[in-house]
Every structure is written in structure tokens, then in C-alpha cells.
């Protein structure tokens, strides 16, 4: 509790030693060292040039990395700047950018930054403290660390120590901080959160609890649990939220399985680094790295990358990632087991009972564990065996709960106790396993759960298995369909080839007949960036007139400009409002997509919100393109609102591009305050006229001979005339390429798709079925259709019941020489006709009452039947 | 039989008919596939070529089968995929998802069912991880990474199309259609449905993305074609072990075939429906009176048979009634007549069933009111007569007004068919007036 309060602290920059020089038209001193201190503590952090700092940013979790250029100030002391060079971190690169990085990044790593978007000066007062960037040699392997701060850059110039082999001095920045508060561990807590996306949110705030808990070694026990459970309370429902995300399952499998056999391996030494870990803070320093120009040297570091991954898989054995892992991680289950998060409990419920437990007094706990350890050890030993059997071999992470405790065994006893503490956490997975086991093991991860500590029945393993690896979370998992497994043919003929190239999924080489449109949307988006403001398009336009393909296209353009370094670049991020469950969901996407971070519909529009009312030493412009925007309509339509808010934000250099279907759509659903956001920037696309549909298909066609000029005026005519939709037109063609290879087949035609293959396709697409059904229901169902147009005739409505008809249906019968029919059947053939929509009927429970009405027009009935 | 017992040495009489019937049990209630789909070789070639273009070059598509019930769709679709499975260039390629839309009713629990088909990343076991709005993203992002010529196919098969057209906003269908207009990984959406107004049903941005072709079922087979497939239906093949039963029963089911009332009472099942399920109805019940003592199935069999399926099954009910209940409906009837179709209550019936005591100045059926009341619940129960939704559960049960669910052809042909019904009674009945 005590850490929340301090949570702002006051820190104070002082300039170092004399100013070296001093330059008399600016009037500005450089120095070489900053002092900050934090007030009422008596540590001092010296920044000096040269050295790599994290500058406070939008996310408070991810600070921003750079080096120091330069340090100066004016004449009396007041303004302190710095110079620095900025470094970017994965999470911090546009998706796009990161495939062409070519492999995974590691989470730790940074990048040289080169672009000229940002100020490169910024004031002294937002660092917040040295960090430790370590460049790697591009054949090192990345190290594997987890701790806190250290971050790690590939440079394919100079390689300078690579971490490996030698146990790395462990001093971290983070221990070199001003201060241990809380507030500033908690910006340190990212390095080590990033391991998983997943986790990181929730990590965060664990990390930085556990971090304070470290820090408090001497305090007992169990008032370390109180304080934690404090925390926890004081914690808001977003974060606890959060922690759900932070599944088991989401971590890294194999990180998991080389730990463990590492640590099976030599038990001994894991102890004694235990031991050696938890008294003894300083950790892992490592790495750190250079970036690599990304835009520039990417073959070279992609090569290099390649083969320090490579060893990282075959070398993860080193000893110092391993110890490395252990004092941060034991410690995040901890707050996912917190005793009084209900809603934890709840969540993880196979952890949860053994929630009681850690809360109770360790003394009471050791023994009653021993007590009952001893007793169901045999059966347990028994119930593992079979539990490996039946466990599909995959090493889920697992909190286990000996994490907590052991981990809470270090604050207690350091060195005293540990004996005593390895038992008895062993005692206590045992006793955890036998609930397990008499629950019966009901999920799947509980049987790896308990497995997992089963098979390391030290105290340390447990704790390691937590390591950063790769996350299991769905954004790096990649999702993806499988690979085929025999390659799709090519196609064989000019039909197939042009088939191909009619589909409307390939991306023609350029758009013909939007180059107006094309040309509004280019200089609107282009303006913005250049003047690195922010504004609205509204587009509008009938399905299939080509407005996201022109999106698209203008993106292209302008990527391609900012390739050439005409403009600066720009981050481009599209969601599509029916391709998400909900309106809220939007703020989540494009979160997502901004930044990586995952994030409740809630968190994210605060998130989102901060990042664009708040100026930020470095911007880039956002182009957001929202498709089928009228989907994000809610009640009090907030979630427009915020969408076209933001762009008029001084800060947010954010540009909207929204599409939707009616040219009205702001007048016809939005209230004012959002309409007027919006603004007048509309456009709208016309449907296609037959000529530019002619256009379309031959330039996609792009001189594959394989329509005659008649054939494609044909669709085109037809199409501009319905609908002006180019997709409809363009699956018309392809459906006539495909009759027409069927009728090549036994005629001698001349190849092309003619006339009568269009025209068939046609009258397939647009011809009504109801006459062919009519004239295909048997001799009742047309009966009783003849009867229903009788009987509306009598009644002069459109409506009857069923028992109206009926009785006019028996007199038809009679007519027409057949055996009545009964009631039964009678409802039986009416029915028939409803399925199919012949008819339109009340629900069938209501029998002989229920009305009926035609879903065809008379005419079309008596025209079917007539000419039988 | 000893004859055949000699030639064919075969199989005792009692295997053979219970082999029979386990053959034809197959076809007719087991949804056999025949080897070819008979009346739709052209439409079977249209979807057998589209499937085949989405799994061996990897080009999307997307297809309606819109035909009535019981008019083959499924067993088109089985047959192509049949079909297509054979090929070895598809065999190990396809990824099939079914859905149903009487199954997954909102799009949520029609993304979790596709994960798991799937196999995706987020499913462990059964169990499909993620909110609804992860899972949509995490199945639109697999589906995003593929392209058309590395990813393997994906087939959707959507049955109850239509059903999937009221989900919220059509999330799902706009989502399968985008891809399968998008360069993504290749996928075949193919829909089932009995709605031939399916189209209106769609979005007009799910319309537009939806590739329009329609391949509709809607067969017409005159009514020698209808008699040749009973007979075929009814045939054994040559793979049957005693051949010589084969051959009898072959026979007897010519000869039944060319019985003329066997005939008549096929025409009037043509008449009423030309779909096979209903017949496959019909010949099972046929099919249920073979036996030992009586081996091949006999005209009399199949006419009994379609006297079955032909009955109507309220006037079945009303023989059972009692003759109180019998007159309260005959009562009814008569209000029916007199107020034309206006709803009645219990003590509307009362009067009228009263005035007919009056005039027979007949004791016999003076009932009580507590005992009609009985009768008049009974007669709801069986949904003889339902309560009009307007009146509340407020009013009296005595007044709260009914509508009679039968027609007047019911009511009078049960009365000529009940058992030992009173003369005066059917005399009331058949009256003009109450």
C-alpha cells in the first residue's frame, strides 16, 4: 500500500560539475552529467552522454529508450535539455515493419532509430533513469534474459561481449535506480514484462509488487501477504481483468522443456542460485544491443539474426539465463493466486484451492502438509505415472503454488530456512497434487499442472518455467490454415488464366475508372501527413463500386512515397466494423494493431485516448481507415464520437478515412455533436457505368484473349443496369468462362466465351426460381396454389386460413377428378410449399387456423400453372 | 423352397429376409448414397467441377443449393464430396468445416464449432479458449496469413443456410463471403437451403460479396420415372449370397410394380408429394411386414401401407373421444356454422349442447356442469380447440373463448366411422341448424 502512495514521486535534476562549455549566442552550457535524485532519499543517478536512458512516454510501462547525445542547459540553471539518439522498441515498430525484419524479434530488443519525424532534443526532466543496452554480436545468442532493463540489440558492425559463457555481472540498472519506489520499478518492470504480450499488462503490475517485496526482504512473512493482499484490493477490475489474460497456456512450451531438463540436470547449483538470487538482488545485466538501421541494413541483420537464433535453440543451456529467469518470475503467480481476488479465484479454478493455504500462517501450513504429504505421497507417486501417460507431452506453464511459497520463504528466511522451505514446498505440491487427484483431474491443465511439478520435484524448476520464451497468446501464435500438401496447379488454359485474373480476390496492377476519387483521397491523406495534422473523409458508395480497393490503392501509393522518403512515414491501420463482435470492440483493434498491447474494450479507449490528447517526444502520423462504419453505430455512439474526436486533437496526427454505404449516413444516424466532427470531407462513389464495368474486365483481363467484345458490352450492360456492383460483374464472367469450357467441350467453338455462354450465366444469377418450382411441386401442391388464388378472389384479400383454402381445395379435387384429400395431408402440402417459401404461413402449431398468404404474385402462379 | 434349398445351397429362408431387410433398411432410413445421383448429373457436374477448383487450384468460391425438402441437396453435396475425395490430389488437401444452423444458432457458437474443426491454436481438446471477439479475430487472422496457392482449402459447408442469415449484423456469412473474395486463403462456402427467397435474406453487403451462382434442385420426374425408381428401390442387387431369393423377390417386386391398385395408390402418393422421402416412408412400412411366412411384399402389404400414411390423424383422435365430448364438439360445430368462425366459449357450447337435450326431451345425456367443464378440458388437452391468444388467463375458464381446431369434414366423417354412435346424435350433427 505504502508503494501506491509514493507512486509520484518528485525527482530532481541537477547539473553535475561545471558547465565544459558555454556557448554565447545561444546561450546555452553543455555539461557532461545530470544528478537526479529523489526527494527524501539520499541515492543519486548520474546520467551522463553517452550513456542509454529511459525518457518518460505515453505508456508509462514502456519507457522510451535512448542515448544521450548531449546534455545542456541555459545560463541560470533553469531549462535543461538533452540530445538524444533514439532507440525503438519491438513494440513500438508498425506490425508492417516487422515483417520485414524477417524473423521474431526478440521482446527485449531495440532498434536503431533513423527516421526524422522527432525531435531529437527533449527536457532533461522526463528521464527517468540509465538503462543498459547491450549490442550484440549478430552470432551471439540472444540472451535469454528476462531481467528487468536489460535490453538487447544486434549490431552487425561491432560486436562487443556477448554475454554468453561468462555469469554476466549482475547489476542491473534496475538496483541503480534512485530510488527502489515503486513508481519507478514499475517502469522498469517492462523489460522483463515483455516476454509476453499476453502477460505484460498483467505482468505489470504483479512484477512491480513483487519487485517491492523483494526489496522488503526483512519483513516477515506474513506481512508480506497482508501487504499483498492489500494490493491487490487496491488494484482495479481492469487489471484483474487483465490477469485472465494472462493464461497458462499461452506460454512457451519448449522454453519450458529445456528449463526442465536444465534443471533436472544439476539440482544442486539451482539451489544455491536460488539462494544466492533472493539475497542478493543485483541481477542480470546482459545485453543489449544495437539496432539496426531497419529500413537499410535489413538483409545483412536478417542473416546475422538467423544464426543467432539458431544458437539460442541449440545452446539455451547457459547458466546465467537460467538463473537469470529466477527471481522475477517466481514471483508473478503470486499475484495470481492472491487469496482475495475473487474473481481470480474463479477464473483459475484449479489453483484456486490452494488458495487458503498460502494464506495461512507457514508454521500451521508446514505441519498439517507434512501430515498429510506423508500419507498420499505413495498414492500420488502412483497417480503421477499415470498422469504422464495421459498428458499429451506439451509443458504448459504452470503457476504452481510452490512459487508462491518458496517465493515468500525467501522474504522470510533467506538463508536460514532453506532447507526447511524446499520441503516443505514439497510437501505442499503433494498435498495440492492429492486434490487434484480426488477431484479427478477434470481439465486437461490441471493434469500438466500437476505433472509439471511432479517431475521437478525441486523447489527451483518451478519458478523457471515461467520464463519469457515465446508466449502462447494469440498474437504471436499465428494462427494460421495449414500448409497444402500438394502445391495448387497453375492454370492450365486461357480460360483458367483468365478466370484467375477475373476472380475479385486478385489485385488488379491498377484501378481504372476511380482515378478521380483515387486522386481526392490521395491529396487529402497526403496533406495531413505532410502538415502532420489530423482529419475526417467520410466515403460513401452502393456495394461493390471499388471504395476500400481505392483505399487501398492510395496506401500504396503512399508507402511507396514514404519508401522513397518523399513523406515521412506513417502508420496504417484498417478495422472493418462487421469484422469485430461489437462497436466497442474497435477501440481493442486498433489498439492492437497501434501498439501490440492487448487490452479490454474499456482499458483500450483509455489507452487510445491518452496517446492521442498527449504530446509525445515522437509522432508519427495514423491513418485509420474504418470499413462499414455504420455497424459502429451504439446508442449513445460514443464510439464514433471518440473516432472522429481524436483527429482533432493537437497531438494526435490521426487521420480517418471511414466507408459505409449511404451517401446520408451522417444525417440519417448520427447525432449532431458526432456529425459535426465528422466534418464535410465526404465522397462518394457512383456506381459503375457499363462503360467503365467494360473497362474493368479488360483491363483485368490485361489482353488474355478470352471474352468476344459483344459478350463482355453484354454483362456489362446488364450489371450497370441492376446494380453497377463490379464484383457481380466480374463473377458473372468468370461463371461464363466455366459454361464455356463445359460446352467446348462437345462443340467446335471458336474458344472464347461468347454470347449464348454469357447469357446463360446471366439468366442463371439473376432469373427467378419461383416458375421452375412452381411448374417442378406435385399435383396437390399446385392444386392448392390454384385453390389459394380462388379463394383470395372470393374473399377479395390476400389472406385466408388455411381452412378456408381448404375447402375450395376439396372442390378442386372433385373438379379435377382426384380422391380428396384428408386434413392431414392437406397440412402436409401446405407446409411443403412454406418451407420454400412458396407461401407464407402463421407458425404451424395453429393447424387448420393458421392464414395464409402468397410469396409470389398471382400472376406468376397462373402463368406457371398455365403452362403446363 | 426345398428347390431353392438344393440349387443354391444356400441360406435358410429366415437369413435371407433379415438380410433383406438390412439391405433396404440401409437405403431407405440410413441415407445410402446411390452411386450416382439420378435427375441431377448436371448440377453434380456444376458443383463437383466449382469443389474441385477451390481444392486443386485454391480458388474461392461461393455456392447456394437451394432446392424444397426432401428434394436431395445433402445427398448432392455427400455425392461430390464423395467424389472429390477420391481424388488424390484433394484427398489430403481439404479442410472441411460443417455447420448447421439448427446447431450453431448465433455466430458465437458457430466460430467455436469452426476452431475446433479447425484444430486451430486456442483449442485444447474440446474446449475452444478466447471471448467471442478472440476467437472471431484469431479465425479471421489464420484465415488472413493464408494465400491461394500455399494454404490448404477450406471447405464451409452451411447447413440451414438461411438460418445463418439471422445472426446479428450477419457477422459470419459477411466474414466467409470476404474471403472468399479476398486474397486470402482459399475457401468454398457452401450453403443448403430450402428457401428459394434465400437472397432477400442477405445484407446488401453479405449479397454482394456472396458470388450468386445457385444450384437449385428442382426435379420433376413424371410418374413412370417415380415407379421405376420404387422398383428399383425395392430390387436386390446381384451382390446378394442366395441368388435365386434374389431373383423371387426381384420378381415379386415387378409383379407389385405392376399391380394396377399398387399403381392407383402410388399415383395418389405422386400426386401428393413427388419427393422420395415420403415414399421412402411409405416402402418401409411395406418393407416391416415382410416375414418368414410371408416373403415378398404383396400388394395388400403396400396398400395397407398407404392407407397408413394416407389417415388423418385428428380424426383418429376423435374416435376415441367419448360421446359427451363427441357432442360438445358437435356443439361446437354447430356455433361454427351460426357465428361463422367466431370463437366461442364454454358456456356458448353449453347452451347449444342444452337446447339439444331440450328437444329430444332425452335425459340421457343431462351431464353436470362440473363434468363438462371436465369434457371441455379434455377436448383442449388434445388441442381439439385452443384458447384465442387475446383473452387473458384473467377471465373465467367458463369464458374464456376457443376456436375449434377441426374442420367440419372431420367432425362428420367421425361420426360415420364411430363405434355404436347414438342415431339421434348423428342426426343433430347432420342438421342444418343447432
Known amino acids: 500500500m505504502k508503494y501506491f502512495t509514493r507512486l509520484r514521486v518528485r525527482r530532481v535534476y541537477k547539473w553535475r560539475g561545471k558547465p565544459i562549455s558555454f556557448n554565447r549566442k545561444l546561450k546555452i552550457c553543455e555539461y557532461t552529467s545530470l544528478d537526479i535524485s529523489v526527494e527524501g532519499l539520499p541515492r543519486v543517478t548520474v546520467i551522463k552522454t553517452g550513456q542509454h536512458i529511459l525518457i518518460e512516454g505515453d505508456d508509462e510501462d514502456n519507457p522510451y529508450v535512448a542515448k544521450v547525445i548531449r546534455l545542456y542547459g541555459d545560463e541560470n540553471g533553469k531549462q535543461k535539455k538533452v540530445v538524444v539518439q533514439w532507440f525503438v522498441r519491438v513494440s513500438e515498430v508498425p506490425l508492417s515493419k516487422l515483417k520485414l525484419l524477417g524473423r521474431e524479434p526478440h521482446p527485449q530488443e531495440i532498434f536503431y532509430y533513423q527516421g526524422r519525424s522527432c525531435d531529437d532534443e527533449v527536457d532533461a526532466e522526463s528521464i527517468l533513469r540509465p538503462v543498459k543496452v547491450q549490442r550484440l554480436d549478430g552470432a551471439a545468442p540472444f540472451p535469454d534474459s528476462d531481467d528487468q532493463d536489460t535490453l538487447s540489440s544486434l549490431s552487425p558492425s561491432t560486436p562487443c561481449s556477448p554475454p554468453t559463457g561468462t555469469p554476466v555481472s549482475r547489476g542491473p540498472a534496475r538496483r541503480a535506480l534512485p530510488t527502489p519506489d515503486l513508481a519507478i520499478m514499475r517502469r522498469a518492470a517492462p523489460g522483463e514484462v515483455r516476454y509476453s504480450k499476453a502477460t505484460m499488462s498483467a505482468g505489470k503490475p504483479s512484477t512491480a509488487e513483487a519487485e517491492s517485496m523483494h526489496s522488503a526482504t526483512k519483513r516477515s512473512a506474513s506481512k508480506c501477504l497482508s501487504a499483498k493482499r492489500r494490493n491487490a484490493f487496491a488494484r482495479t477490475p481492469g487489471i484483474r481483468k487483465k490477469l485472465e489474460l494472462s493464461s497458462p497456456e499461452k506460454k512457451s512450451a519448449i522454453a519450458e522443456d529445456h528449463l526442465n531438463q536444465l534443471l533436472d540436470e544439476d539440482p544442486e547449483s539451482e539451489l544455491m542460485l536460488a539462494q544466492r538470487l533472493s539475497s542478493s538482488p543485483p541481477q542480470a545485466v546482459l545485453l543489449k544491443h544495437s539496432l539496426t538501421p531497419l529500413r537499410k541494413n535489413l538483409k545483412s541483420s536478417v542473416l546475422l539474426n538467423k544464426m543467432c537464433l539458431s544458437e539460442i535453440n541449440s545452446s539455451p543451456s547457459s547458466d546465467h539465463s537460467t538463473r537469470a529467469t529466477t527471481p522475477s518470475k517466481k514471483r508473478e503467480p503470486q499475484t495470481l493466486k492472491e487469496p482475495a481476488l475473487e474473481m481470480l479465484a474463479e477464473v483459475d479454478n484449479e489453483t484456486s484451492p490452494t488458495l487458503p493455504i498460502t494464506a495461512t500462517p507457514r508454521s500451521l501450513k508446514r505441519k498439517s502438509a507434512q501430515l498429510v504429504s506423508s500419507r498420499i505421497r505413495k498414492q500420488l507417486n502412483l497417480l503421477d505415472d499415470q498422469q504422464d501417460l495421459s498428458s499429451d507431452g506439451e509443458d504448459d506453464f504452470v503457476p504452481s503454488k510452490r512459487e508462491l511459497q518458496s517465493s515468500s520463504e525467501d522474504d522470510e528466511d533467506d538463508d536460514g530456512g532453506e532447507k526447511e522451505a524446499a520441503l516443505d514446498s514439497d510437501d505442499e505440491v503433494l498435498v495440492k497434487k492429492g486434490r487434484h487427484a480426488a477431484a479427478g483431474c477434470r481439465t486437461p491443465r490441471s493434469k500438466q499442472r500437476t505433472r509439471t511439478s511432479t517431475r521437478t520435484p525441486r523447489r527451483t524448476p518451478n519458478k523457471k518455467q515461467i520464463t519469457p520464451g515465446t508466449p502462447r497468446t494469440p498474437h504471436h501464435a499465428t494462427p494460421s490454415i495449414p500448409c497444402r500438401l500438394r502445391p495448387a496447379q497453375q492454370p492450365a488454359n486461357v480460360l483458367e488464366e483468365a478466370r484467375l485474373r477475373l476472380h475479385v480476390s486478385s489485385v488488379p496492377e491498377s484501378l481504372p475508372c476511380r482515378e478521380q476519387e483515387f486522386q481526392d483521397i490521395y491529396s487529402f491523406v497526403e496533406s495531413k501527413i505532410v502538415d502532420g495534422t489530423g482529419g475526417c473523409m467520410y466515403i460513401s458508395g452502393v456495394p461493390g463500386t471499388g471504395k476500400t480497393a481505392t483505399v487501398h490503392e492510395v496506401m500504396r501509393c503512399l508507402q511507396h512515397a514514404t519508401d522513397m522518403d518523399e513523406i515521412s512515414p506513417f502508420h496504417f491501420i484498417e478495422i472493418n466494423g462487421m469484422k469485430m463482435t461489437d462497436p466497442h470492440q474497435a477501440y481493442v483493434q486498433i489498439l492492437q494493431k497501434l501498439t501490440g498491447q492487448k487490452a479490454t474494450a474499456d482499458h483500450a479507449a483509455a489507452l487510445l485516448e491518452k496517446r492521442f490528447s498527449n504530446p509525445a517526444p515522437r509522432k508519427e502520423s495514423t491513418v485509420l481507415l474504418v470499413d462499414e462504419l455504420d455497424l459502429l453505430w451504439t446508442r449513445k455512439q460514443n464510439v464514433m464520437y471518440n473516432l472522429f474526436d481524436w483527429p482533432t486533437r493537437r497531438h494526435a496526427h490521426l487521420v480517418v478515412l471511414t466507408i459505409a454505404n449511404t451517401m446520408d449516413l451522417p444525417e440519417r444516424i448520427m447525432i449532431n455533436r458526432v456529425a459535426s466532427r465528422l466534418g464535410l470531407t465526404r465522397l462518394s462513389f457512383q456506381p459503375y457505368s457499363f462503360k467503365q464495368l467494360q473497362q474493368i474486365i479488360t483491363s483485368r483481363l490485361n489482353k488474355v484473349k478470352a471474352f468476344e467484345e459483344d459478350a463482355l458490352q453484354l454483362v456489362s450492360r446488364k450489371v450497370a443496369a441492376l446494380s453497377g456492383d463490379a464484383r457481380r460483374c466480374l463473377d458473372i464472367c468468370r461463371r461464363a468462362t466455366e459454361i464455356c469450357e463445359h460446352s467446348a467441350a462437345d462443340t467446335s467453338s471458336t474458344g472464347l466465351v461468347g454470347m449464348s455462354h454469357v447469357i446463360d450465366a446471366l439468366n442463371e444469377m439473376f432469373s427467378s426460381a419461383y416458375i421452375t418450382a412452381i411448374k417442378c411441386v406435385s399435383v396437390q401442391e399446385q392444386l392448392f396454389l390454384r385453390a389459394i388464388i380462388a379463394e383470395f378472389r372470393r374473399l377479395g384479400l390476400e389472406e385466408a386460413t388455411f381452412q378456408q383454402v381448404f375447402v375450395q381445395h376439396q372442390a378442386l379435387c372433385r373438379v379435377e377428378g382426384l380422391q380428396p384429400v384428408s386434413v392431414s395431408e392437406g397440412l402436409a402440402v401446405c407446409q411443403r410449399l412454406g418451407a420454400c417459401r412458396l407461401l407464407l404461413l402463421e407458425p404451424s402449431r395453429l393447424g387448420v387456423l393458421q392464414r395464409v398468404r402468397l410469396n409470389v404474385s398471382q400472376d406468376d402462379v397462373l402463368y406457371a400453372l398455365k403452362s403446363d | ?434
Open chain 2, 1 to 434: 423352397m426345398s428347390k431353392r434349398k438344393v440349387n443354391d445351397a444356400p441360406l435358410p429362408v429366415g437369413t435371407c429376409i433379415s438380410e433383406v431387410q438390412d439391405i433396404l433398411r440401409k437405403r431407405l432410413c440410413h441415407q445410402q448414397l446411390p452411386d450416382t445421383p439420378e435427375g441431377v448429373q448436371a448440377q453434380h457436374k456444376h458443383l463437383l467441377e466449382l469443389l474441385k477448383r477451390t481444392a486443386i487450384h485454391g480458388e474461392s468460391n461461393s455456392v447456394l443449393i437451394v432446392g424444397p425438402r426432401g428434394s436431395g441437396k445433402t445427398m448432392l453435396l455427400k455425392c461430390v464430396l464423395r467424389d472429390l475425395l477420391e481424388e488424390k490430389e484433394v484427398e489430403r488437401n481439404l479442410l472441411q468445416v460443417h455447420l448447421n444452423g439448427l446447431l450453431q444458432t448465433d455466430d458465437r457458437i458457430a466460430l467455436q464449432e469452426m476452431t475446433r474443426q479447425l484444430h486451430l491454436e486456442n483449442v485444447v481438446g474440446d474446449k475452444v479458449f478466447g471471448s467471442f471477439a478472440e476467437n472471431l479475430s484469431f479465425l479471421l487472422e489464420a484465415l488472413k496469413k493464408g494465400d491461394r496457392s500455399s494454404s490448404r482449402p477450406v471447405l464451409f459447408v452451411l447447413d440451414e443456410f438461411d438460418l445463418f442469415a439471422h445472426h446479428k449484423n450477419q457477422t459470419l456469412l459477411y466474414n466467409l463471403f470476404d474471403v472468399s473474395q479476398s486474397a486470402q486463403a482459399p475457401v468454398a462456402v457452401v450453403g443448403v437451403t430450402c428457401r428459394l427467397d434465400v437472397l432477400e435474406l442477405l445484407e446488401k453487403r453479405v449479397k454482394s460479396r456472396f458470388s450468386h451462382r445457385q444450384i437449385h434442385l428442382l426435379s420433376n420426374p413424371t410418374f413412370s420415372q417415380y415407379l421405376e425408381r420404387v422398383q428399383t428401390q425395392l430390387s436386390l442387387q446381384d451382390d446378394f449370397p442366395d441368388k435365386t431369393f434374389a431373383q423371387d423377390w426381384n420378381a415379386s417386386v415387378k409383379t407389385l410394380c405392376e399391380d394396377k391398385s399398387v399403381e392407383d395408390a402410388l399415383q395418389r402418393h405422386y400426386n401428393s408429394s413427388k419427393n422420395f422421402r415420403s415414399n421412402h416412408m411409405l416402402l418401409m412400412l411395406c418393407l416391416s411386414r415382410v416375414s418368414v411366412a410371408n416373403p415378398a411384399i404383396k400388394p395388400a402389404d403396400l396398400l395397407e401401407a398407404s392407407k397408413m400414411c394416407l389417415i388423418d390423424a385428428q380424426a383418429n383422435m376423435l374416435h376415441g373421444l367419448s360421446i359427451l365430448e363427441l357432442c360438445l364438439i358437435i356443439a361446437m360445430k354447430h356455433l361454427n356454422d351460426v357465428y361463422e368462425g367466431e370463437p366461442f366459449n364454454l358456456q356458448m357450447v353449453h347452451n347449444e349442447f342444452k337446447k339439444f337435450l331440450q328437444r329430444k326431451s332425452n335425459s340421457m345425456y343431462n351431464f353436470e356442469q362440473p363434468v363438462i367443464m371436465k369434457a371441455f378440458e379434455h377436448l383442449q388437452q388434445l388441442e381439439m380447440i385452443r384458447p384465442v391468444d387475446s383473452s387473458s388467463v384473467k377471465t373465467q375458464r367458463e369464458y374464456q373463448l376457443m376456436r375449434l381446431m377441426l374442420d367440419n369434414t372431420q367432425v362428420m366423417e367421425a361420426l360415420q366411422k364411430y363405434p355404436q354412435c347414438p342415431t339421434d346424435i348423428k342426426q343433430w350433427a347432420m342438421s342444418a341448424y343447432g
